[in-house]
């Protein structure tokens, strides 16, 4: 059963996010790639792209970009995956801010485990559950409008729980807070995250214009640490993944799908002002 817990949306803040998601309904570059084989994903792409795709014929070059956009973006969410540690078919899992379905629906895949992805877009929470249902797991991957700071589901009742870009929409220590009280003891905790690097100082221009283009405000990467380490969530790898973003970048900005958030990105990558980041750490 998908369920919904009271007072999903608290503050202006949240409701301006959900608001962004549920009526940014018509996002080619999310629609068209998630197209290629139904795995709608709201993330962002690892591993170099094959340098073919931009040659031969005119007419169904795009498609190639978009097939190719799509598998690094499939690689990105199977990275977070491996990082999940051992899982059985008997766990529970939670993907918190589970957009349009794509990670948890793979996580079921690969695992065969119990899925819960929870959002504050009601959009995105029917679509993924559509999903799930045309997939025939809608018995094992649910999707809720829920708030991942609040998420009212079990104390322990977690394996693993993860965030696959997300956390830049909420506090740092709140939301870490929450997802350490759902984990059980050796449960883990996997982020992938863009954050600003402190050791630049404060943010710069492209990471200012990412947070005005989504809505969201990135943190330093320390303030993940802290975060972790004030919620008993010890780090157990902690991989840079920006030299691997890259590529999928420079194809993106040759797409006719592009958003014009290209330039920014790779402005903020190559100039060391951000990072992103993949961090999995344990609930003792
Ligand atoms: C990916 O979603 C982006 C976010 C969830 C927010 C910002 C992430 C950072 C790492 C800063 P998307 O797939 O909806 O974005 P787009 O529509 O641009 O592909
Ligand atoms: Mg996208």
Known sequence: MTTTAPNV????????????????????????????????????????????VLEGPEATREERITRELHRLETAQADVLLDHLG???????????GSGRGGS??????????????????????GFANEQAQQRGVA???RFHFRNMLDT?????????VWTNETTM?????????????LLETGGRYVCITGCSNDVMGLRSKAVSRIDEHYICNIH?????????????????????????????????A?????TGIEDPFLTAYKEGSFHYLLIAADKI
């Open 86 to 96: 051992a899982i059985a078919p008997t766990d529970r899992l939670l993907d918190a």
């Open 152 to 160: 009212g589901l079990e104390t322990g009742s977690r394996r693993a």
């Open 169 to 181: 929409y909420v506090d740092l220590f709140e939301a870490f807070a929450e997802f350490s009280r």
């Open 104 to 125: 948890s629906i793979m996580a079921n895949h690969r695992f065969g485990c119990e899925v819960d992805g929870i959002s504050i877009s009601e959009y995105q929470v």
């Open 139 to 141: 018995d094992r991957v």
């Open 220 to 252: 330093p990467r320390s303030q993940y640490f802290k975060a972790l380490a004030a919620n008993n969530l010890v780090p157990i790898s902690v991989v840079d993944l920006t030299a691997a973003t890259i590529p999928y970048w420079e194809l993106r």
């Open 9 to 52: 949306l608290r503050t202006a803040f949240q409701k301006s996010v959900a608001n962004y998601w549920n009526t940014n309904q018509q996002d080619p570059v999310n629609l068209r790639l998630g197209e290629v084989d139904g795995l709608y994903h709201h993330h962002y792409g690892l591993g170099d792209y094959d340098p073919a």
């Open 254 to 258: 040759k797409s006719a799908l592009a």
